[in-house]
């Protein structure tokens, strides 16, 4: 039986529950599991270095859990792939797509601007061992190489919201997996799977859980691509807490809801905030969703002290609205130049609307342009 992505999203991970007798999600909190027949753990282990999946119990909570693993098959359900494994926080999962790709003797990546702030960072610094080619959509064609194992964008784009045609760059890497950051859009907007992207990663952080009360990343991918990253993630242990797989779990059952609803007041934020006199441009993807970037004709500093309401910080996805100035936090890592050809002015302000009222939020933001 086909359900909606809205029905889905509540059922996802919890298909078994009925059957086993509980209505809310199992914690398990362990972090080992006890087994007296040591050789048939010793096979076991040989057989997920060998990059398999563990069938039966857990064995350590470095390898998995069972709260997680729910939350990891929920994702990948509704993004549309066979597997999701989930990280520590976002840079995590990132991290472990491109020690995959480097780990395959594909250390080059073509990626296109703008992308988080730190993502941007870790590729231009080379920390992992990867080396970078920025380019425009147009132009990723033309820099791939033998040894490029990643194509990486992320639409709508952090933090000016610039959006990708996704099934044009998909054609256009040919045989080299694209990986989208997926996480302004999440799978209520925009199934990056559907259109040729192989492997889609969010923050979890952000929209995923939805109360800024949870940190973690997840990758939707294949499965030769989920026991790469598996692997990855057992050595150099950047695993999701299972309070955390639980949170974020527990989120994706009001994900639509909350995109929606956030959406339509974005929406309306973006209308008004074109017609204000003390702002210059507005940004808002085509694709709608819950982001507006805008450009103010004065201190973006002093508007981000004045609100009242709206919620001054870094981050986005909550159910109360932020605000922050990303050349000040979420892209002072980037080099200014770099930022600025990228898009992201000194005068960009970028909002994440929640789930307060249309006119609470606009009467805020009307007396914090004043100071303009």
Same mark, same amino acid.
């Given at each position: 039986?086909?359900?909606?992505?809205?029905?889905?999203?509540?059922?996802?991970?919890?298909?078994?529950?009925? @059957?086993? =007798?509980?209505?809310? /999600?199992?914690?398990?909190?362990?972090? %080992?599991?006890?087994?007296? *027949?040591? &050789? $048939?753990? +010793?096979?076991?282990?040989?057989?997920?270095?060998?990059?398999?999946?563990?069938?039966?119990?857990?064995?350590?909570?470095?390898?998995?859990?069972?709260?997680?693993?729910?939350?990891?098959?929920?994702?990948?359900?509704?993004?549309?792939?066979?597997?999701?494994?989930?990280?520590?926080?976002?840079?995590?999962?990132?991290?472990?797509?491109?020690?995959?790709?480097?780990?395959?003797?594909?250390?080059?990546?073509?990626?296109?601007?703008?992308?988080?702030?730190?993502?941007?960072?870790?590729?231009?610094?080379?920390?992992?061992?990867?080396?970078?080619?920025?380019?425009?959509?147009?132009?990723?064609?033309?820099?791939?190489?033998? @040894?490029? =194992?990643?194509?990486? /964008?992320?639409?709508?784009?952090?933090? %000016?919201?610039?959006?990708? *045609?996704? &099934? $044009?760059? +998909?054609?256009?890497?040919?045989?080299?997996?694209?990986?989208?950051?997926?996480?302004?859009?999440?799978?209520?907007?925009?199934?990056?799977?559907?259109?040729?992207?192989?492997?889609?990663?969010?923050?979890?952080?952000?929209?995923?859980?939805?109360?800024?009360?949870?940190?973690?990343?997840?990758?939707?991918?294949?499965?030769?691509?989920?026991?790469?990253?598996?692997?990855?993630?057992?050595?150099?242990?950047?695993?999701?807490?299972?309070?955390?797989?639980?949170?974020?779990?527990?989120?994706?059952?009001?994900?639509?809801?909350?995109?929606?609803?956030?959406?339509?007041?974005?929406?309306?934020?973006?209308?008004?905030?074109? @017609?204000?006199?003390?702002?210059?441009?507005?940004?808002?993807?085509?694709?709608?969703?819950?982001?507006?970037?805008?450009?103010?004709?004065?201190?973006?500093?002093?508007?981000?002290?004045?609100?009242?309401?709206?919620?001054?910080?870094?981050?986005?996805?909550?159910?109360?609205?932020?605000?922050?100035?990303?050349?000040?936090?979420?892209?002072?890592?980037?080099?200014?130049?770099?930022?600025?050809?990228?898009?992201?002015?000194?005068?960009?302000?970028?909002?994440?609307?929640?789930?307060?009222?249309?006119?609470?939020?606009?009467?805020?933001?009307?007396?914090?342009?004043?100071?303009?």
């Amino acid at each position: 039986m086909t359900s909606s992505l809205r029905t889905r999203a509540v059922h996802a991970g919890r298909d078994d529950l009925t @059957d086993l =007798g509980v209505h809310a /999600v199992p914690l398990d909190l362990s972090t %080992t599991y006890p087994s007296r *027949d040591s &050789a $048939a753990e +010793a096979a076991r282990i040989d057989e997920f270095a060998a990059g398999g999946e563990l069938d039966g119990p857990p064995i350590y909570g470095r390898v998995g859990n069972p709260t997680v693993e729910r939350f990891e098959r929920a994702l990948a359900e509704l993004e549309g792939f066979e597997h999701g494994v989930a990280f520590a926080s976002g840079m995590a999962a990132v991290s472990a797509c491109l020690l995959s790709a480097v780990a395959q003797g594909k250390r080059h990546v073509v990626a296109v601007r703008p992308l988080y702030g730190c993502s941007d960072h870790l590729l231009e610094s080379g920390l992992l061992g990867t080396e970078v080619t920025w380019a425009a959509p147009d132009a990723v064609a033309a820099a791939l190489r033998p @040894d490029t =194992g990643l194509v990486f /964008v992320e639409t709508p784009a952090n933090p %000016t919201l610039a959006e990708t *045609d996704i &099934a $044009a760059l +998909a054609a256009a890497c040919g045989d080299v997996p694209l990986l989208v950051d997926n996480t302004f859009a999440t799978p209520v907007l925009q199934r990056p799977g559907r259109h040729g992207a192989r492997i889609v990663l969010h923050s979890a952080t952000k929209f995923l859980g939805g109360h800024g009360d949870v940190m973690g990343g997840i990758v939707a991918c294949d499965a030769e691509e989920a026991a790469r990253l598996r692997q990855i993630r057992f050595a150099t242990g950047g695993v999701l807490h299972p309070l955390a797989g639980y949170l974020l779990l527990r989120g994706l059952s009001t994900l639509p809801l909350r995109v929606n609803a956030a959406s339509t007041t974005a929406a309306t934020l973006a209308s008004r905030l074109g @017609d204000h006199p003390a702002v210059t441009a507005v940004h808002y993807p085509r694709l709608g969703g819950p982001l507006v970037a805008f450009e103010v004709d004065g201190d973006p500093h002093a508007l981000i002290g004045a609100v009242r309401l709206i919620t001054p910080a870094v981050s986005l996805g909550s159910v109360d609205t932020l605000i922050q100035h990303p050349g000040s936090i979420s892209h002072r890592i980037v080099d200014a130049g770099d930022r600025h050809d990228a898009g992201v002015s000194d005068q960009l302000i970028r909002l994440s609307a929640g789930l307060e009222d249309v006119e609470d939020l606009w009467a805020d933001l009307e007396q914090a342009l004043k100071v303009l």
